[in-house]
């Protein structure tokens, strides 16, 4: 398989093919370089926002330290599958605070469905919200509250949380897309053997007349702004 397509045959691309194709005007004849091109143009912009912007599971190990307010690495965040606690030195902790035989007496036994272990006990989810909610499109980090019953839970190390989070392909914010489109028609017409993408000045301690090629044109730069990693 080649590894421009993800395992599931879906590229790896912040805009369908088919939109590619149809704005650049060409066919299936082309559909490898359009692949090739699509898939770099994704994988640099990636790498250019320090973030991974398609939409995938993820699983992320978060140390607690008493902060209620949990931020996750990626986001948007479309849905949580499962949020677990790991804790240090105790025995059948909840996030109530009481080991089990404690909390059987102060709570309907419902609450202890699932069974608690000291190698990752999974969280109800009336023990946590998030910040802003699941599934808007708000380009923003997004953050894990956990109840305030958390304090009171002795020997809590971590907590894990499997989560989607990105962008489907063909719901890609406009300027996040047309920064896609542009970076990959940028490089459609490099590989095809344009003149386009250098500076047009001479730059350091180059020979005469020698030109050096930008890694990304400005204006995709300016689309890509607002998506560069924001640290809270």
């Not at 194709?21 to 370089?33: F, P």
């Not at 998030?130 to 894990?144: K, Q, Y």
Request: charge should be neutral; hydrophobic fraction near 35%.
């Amino acid at each position: 398989m080649s590894n421009e397509k993800k395992p599931n045959g879906a590229l790896h691309t912040l805009i369908p093919i088919g939109d590619f194709k149809a704005v650049l005007g060409v066919d299936d004849r082309e559909d490898k370089i359009s692949r090739f091109c699509l898939v770099t143009s994704t994988l640099t912009i990636e790498q250019y926002c320090m973030r991974q912007l398609l939409r995938k599971k993820h699983f992320e190990l978060i140390e607690y330290t008493g902060d209620l307010l949990l931020t996750f690495r990626e986001y948007p965040v479309q849905r949580i599958f499962a949020v677990y606690v790991f804790g240090s030195g105790v025995i059948n902790p909840h996030p109530c605070g009481f080991i089990t035989s404690e909390f059987a007496l102060q709570t309907p036994t419902k609450a202890l469905e699932t069974p608690p272990s000291v190698a990752g006990e999974i969280l109800e989810p009336e023990f946590y919200e998030m910040v802003p909610e699941c599934g808007t499109d708000m380009d923003f980090p997004f953050s894990l509250s956990l109840s305030p019953s958390f304090k009171r839970y002795r020997g809590l190390t971590a907590v894990k949380a499997v989560y989607y989070a990105g962008y489907p392909t063909g719901k890609t914010p406009a300027d996040l897309a047309s920064a896609c489109m542009e970076l990959a028609a940028w490089n459609m017409a490099r590989y095809r053997g344009r003149k386009i993408g250098t500076t047009g000045i001479i730059r350091g301690s180059g020979r005469d007349g020698e030109h050096f090629e930008l890694s990304m044109p400005e204006n995709v730069k300016m689309l890509l702004e607002p998506y560069r990693r924001k640290v809270i």
